[in-house]
């Protein structure tokens, strides 16, 4: 699938993310637009699909942090996740980071599927690794990612 993907810097970039992260977290807060860097997957002028990450500091140490994404339904089975996951490991190796992370629901069997073929593995969040909040350590719904940035890429 002929998916173009451009940075989404723009206020009405920002408002067509919001559109669609309603249609793929309909029961989620919207994320926060600042402070991360975005970007728009284009089928033509049509939007299929966004993802964000973000620096964040785990034990003291900057990593990368896959902080949101979806595929609108009609686009999803195409591996437009994976090039997503691949394409922010690329800004993030650009900003000199060595590690990505992110988090799933307990339940989110495509996504962990797209991070198993990606390279990720789950780890124990601590205080200080935490990417759902302190609120939420130690209870089950969630389940952290990580990946070294300095093995080769996965085969597609
Ligand atoms: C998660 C999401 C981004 C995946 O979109 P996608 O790139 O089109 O992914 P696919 O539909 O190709 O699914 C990825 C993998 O999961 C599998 N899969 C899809 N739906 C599944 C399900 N309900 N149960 C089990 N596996 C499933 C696919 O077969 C594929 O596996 P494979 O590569 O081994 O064949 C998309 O479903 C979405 O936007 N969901 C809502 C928002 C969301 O959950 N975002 C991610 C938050 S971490």
Redesign the pocket.
């Known amino acids: 699938m002929a998916v173009d993907f451009r940075l989404a810097p723009s206020a009405e970039d920002g408002r067509q993310i919001l559109h669609m992260d309603r249609i793929?977290?309909p029961v989620d807060e919207p994320p926060s637009i600042a402070g991360a860097e975005w970007v728009i997957g284009w089928d033509g002028e049509m939007p299929a699909a966004y993802c964000a990450w973000k620096t964040v500091e785990h034990d003291g140490v900057p990593v990368g942090f896959h902080y949101r994404?979806?595929?609108l339904p009609e686009?999803?089975?195409?591996?437009?996740?994976?090039q997503m996951l691949r394409l922010r490991e690329a800004r993030m190796r650009e900003q000199g980071l060595t590690v990505a992370v992110?988090y799933?629901d307990a339940d989110?069997?495509?996504?962990m599927?797209?991070l198993i073929?990606e390279g990720y593995r789950p780890y124990v969040p601590t205080a200080t690794t935490t990417l759902s909040g302190l609120g939420r350590l130690g209870r089950v719904g969630f389940v952290h990612w990580r990946k070294s940035l300095q093995m080769p890429p996965a085969k597609p």
């Open positions: 793929c977290f994404g979806g595929v686009y999803r089975g195409h591996g437009l996740q994976r992110t799933t989110g069997a495509a996504s599927r797209s073929a």
